[in-house]
């Protein structure tokens, strides 16, 4: 895996920041050990409240249902990952250096409430963007759902051998599931003006065990 930062100069040195196959950048170091299987979240929308091309750190919320679901997988000793197409690079809407302080604010939230992530993976590519390494001039990259690329290259980084379940709030998550040979399950968009949630997380719930 190469180790060397190709990305731009104000990216923060804070994160050790991985490039990976695909234009795929990842926050976490790859694990050490096995996992009995992995839970691999979608971010915006999913893990987070979508703030629609978020890129002010203040503004990151934290899903419960995903901290719930964090908590079940956790007790079954599995990985927790986050697979999530940041566009908004490609599309130049927000830089890296956002896309990581929005990160950095995701996993400090996190930590707060005694989670750590076990792996981050990030795609920058969107197929009309204007970016010239990252937009539509761009080959097409795998790495960006719907693709499989990104559910993949987790499963390798975390050497899971058992089940794996995505959990995604669009389409394109559970085609990149489905893409990458994994279970999905597509949960409704929850915020602080929603009450209900539809029955996504309570299926993730049922999935995972009771054991939080
Ligand atoms: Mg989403």
């Excluded at 996992?35 to 893990?47: E, K, N, P, S, V």
């Excluded at 091309?53 to 908590?71: K, N, Q, S």
Aim: overall charge negative; aromatic content about 6%; charged content about 20%.
């Amino acid at each position: 895996m190469c180790v060397s930062n190709p990305f731009p100069a104000e990216f923060p040195p804070t994160w050790q920041w991985h490039a990976l196959p695909m234009g795929v950048a990842s926050a976490v170091a790859p694990a050490q050990g096995t996992f009995d299987g992995a839970l691999l979240l979608d971010r915006d929308g999913t893990l987070i409240e979508d703030g629609h091309f978020l890129a002010d750190p203040a503004g990151v919320v934290l899903v419960p249902e995903a901290l719930a679901a964090i908590r079940r997988a956790r007790a079954r000793r599995w990985a927790v990952g986050v697979v999530s197409n940041q566009g908004g690079i490609g599309l130049q809407r927000f830089g890296w250096s956002d896309a990581a302080a929005v990160h950095d604010a995701v996993v400090r939230l996190l930590g707060g409430e005694g989670v750590a992530l076990d792996v981050a993976l990030m795609s920058p590519f969107h197929p009309e963007g204007g970016h010239p390494e990252f937009g539509r001039t761009a080959p097409p990259s795998r790495g960006r759902k719907p693709e499989p690329g990104m559910i993949e290259l987790a499963m390798r980084m975390l050497r899971v051998r058992g089940e794996v379940l995505l959990v995604g709030d669009k389409p394109s998550d559970v085609a990149a599931a489905a893409a990458a040979g994994v279970e999905a399950i597509q949960v409704s968009r929850c915020d602080a003006r929603s009450s209900r949630c539809g029955d996504g997380w309570e299926r993730v719930y049922k999935r995972l065990g009771d054991d939080a």
